[in-house]
């Protein structure tokens, strides 16, 4: 069997005795299965020579990690990555930025990517590129001559000709995904869009049947392989965890009140300040929810160096204080905002404890969360995700509420729905999304693209 090469920004090792989560867990469990290497960098920059990769194995995996230029590090991540194609690839460009000196630092960190995996290249491996962070690195591999399979999976959304034309050199990236075999997607629409930027005239390309596609002079596979969750490990995990302290204290403080939960990066794609105004007109809209619900947002801090990020937590503070200090009563507090992350066995277990899941992001590739969600429910009485139609998870869990995050009143409207929601209708619901889950979970997903990558390599 070939060896599987699977590189993203950061390599998830896992630690002893901490459970991996989304993506980790399903690229390990491939690379568990095949044998192979996990490339990326070790979290650590450097003023000199990045030097070798460092190796580290366990069982039948390598973790094989790089150091970054310290220069290049800053405007490679924070810049090009976070302040150019992160807003681009989820279609808020107010927050985009452009920078040809971060563009550059983005392709040198690119190239230093292949330079420093070439070597550890065999005949026959299959290689995965993750993410939006490692666009060139194909191309960059290809101009080193490395000829075996090389695949690219976009975790985040792809945004349709009009809004992509705004990056300069938008046909660079077009061309550099052409140097892949396969190129996958989140959804069907994130497919569309990237066929629709393949026929515009000035790329000139083709879209055949079968899923391939020819530009740039070369004809490769573009699908949609829509991300699952590994189910048995997150119910396991959820129900594990669910008599422990913690979560006992939890449950105890929120006597019969009904408990909504959100769980997402700070992220201002993840929709929060509209979220806690959605929450803040079911206050408004529904009086019987005075005392008898509680809103717990978790937002553990990301991209810290960037300065956007600091602005939406500045404001997501500011809606939490306000609404509180506008509805609070002596013995009810309705959000319950904590800016820090958790370990995954308490998140879990958390979710399987709320009434409702609440997952409206303004844009998102797919979002684990919501299916998280789902997986972690009692079959028996399980909450209900009111989730926005603008995540790639509406997609697959359209038997959940499903709300336009922007539509305030709609939104206190589908918290509303699912909270009052009998439970028939809850458990009939969770079947169907159950179902979908397990169909399509993470194993499948691995399993839909690695094949994908290995016919692309007999088909040529
Ligand atoms: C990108 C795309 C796509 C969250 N807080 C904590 C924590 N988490 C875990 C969640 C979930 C993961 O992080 C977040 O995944 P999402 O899918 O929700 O979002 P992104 O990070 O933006 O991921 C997204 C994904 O890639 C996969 O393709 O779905 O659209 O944007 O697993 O549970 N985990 C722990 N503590 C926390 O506080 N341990």
């Known amino acids: 069997m070939s060896r599987l090469i699977a590189v993203s920004n950061r390599v998830a090792a896992p630690t002893a005795g901490k459970s991996a989560g989304g993506l980790a867990v399903g690229v390990l469990a491939a690379l568990r299965e095949r ?6 960098w070790s979290g650590k920059t450097t003023a000199r020579d990045p030097g070798d990769p460092k190796i ?59 330079r420093k995996l070439a070597p550890l290249l065999q005949t026959g491996d299959l290689i995965w590129v993750h993410d939006f962070h490692l666009f060139l690195l194909g191309a960059a591999l290809r101009r080193m001559k490395v000829a075996q399979p090389i695949g690219f999976f976009l975790h985040v959304p792809f945004p349709s000709f009009d809004v992509l034309r705004t990056l300069p050199g938008y046909e660079g990236l077009l ?108 206050l408004e809209r529904y009086p019987a ?12 801090p990301t991209r810290t160096g960037v300065r956007t990020y600091t602005e939406i937590r500045e404001e997501l503070e500011r809606a939490a204080g306000n609404i509180n200090g506008r509805f609070a009563e002596i013995d009810w507090v309705p959000i319950r905002y904590l800016n820090r992350g958790y370990p995954r066995e308490q998140l879990m277990s958390i979710l399987r404890l709320a009434d409702v899941g609440v997952v409206t992001p303004i844009r998102d590739g797919m979002n ?7 997986a972690s429910q009692n079959p028996d009485d399980p909450g209900m995700p ?15 509420v499903l709300v336009n995050p922007y539509d ?25 999304m159950i179902d979908v889950l397990r169909r399509n979970d993470i194993h499948e997903w691995c399993r839909r693209f690695v094949e994908s990558l290995q016919d692309s390599a007999s088909g040529r």
């Open 289 to 300: 929810a005075h005392g008898n619900v509680v809103y717990l947002q978790i937002a553990p």
């Open 368 to 374: 684990l969360v919501a299916k998280e969600f789902v």
């Open 386 to 400: 009111v989730i926005s139609t603008m995540a790639g998870a509406a997609k697959e869990l359209d038997a959940a």
């Open 56 to 114: 580290k194995r366990a069982g039948e995996i390598e973790f094989a990690t790089i150091r970054i230029n310290k220069d290049d590090f800053e405007r490679y991540y924070n810049g090009f990555s976070n302040d150019t194609l992160w807003p681009l690839l989820h279609y808020m460009l107010g927050f985009f930025r452009y920078s040809r000196a971060e563009y550059e630092a983005y392709r040198r960190v690119n190239e230093l990517f292949a």
């Open 35 to 40: 044998g192979g290497i996990w490339f990326g």
């Open 175 to 282: 061309s550099a995904l052409a140097s892949y075999d396969v190129v996958g997607f989140q959804t069907g629409s994130d497919l569309a869009a990237f066929h629709d930027c393949l026929r515009q005239a000035e790329i000139g390309g083709e879209v055949h049947g079968g899923g391939r596609v020819t530009a740039f002079g070369r004809t490769f596979i573009a699908g949609a392989f829509p991300i699952g969750i590994d189910v048995d490990e997150c119910q396991s995990v959820a129900v594990g965890n669910f008599d422990s302290d913690d979560i006992q204290r939890l449950a105890y403080s929120l006597r019969a009140r009904k408990l909504i939960v959100g769980v997402d990066r700070l992220d201002y794609s993840k929709g929060l300040e509209l979220r806690f105004r959605g929450f803040e007109a079911l």
């Open 408 to 432: 305030r009143q709609g939104v206190a409207d589908g918290l509303q729905s699912a909270i009052a929601m009998p439970v028939e209708e809850r458990r009939e619901r969770y079947r169907t």
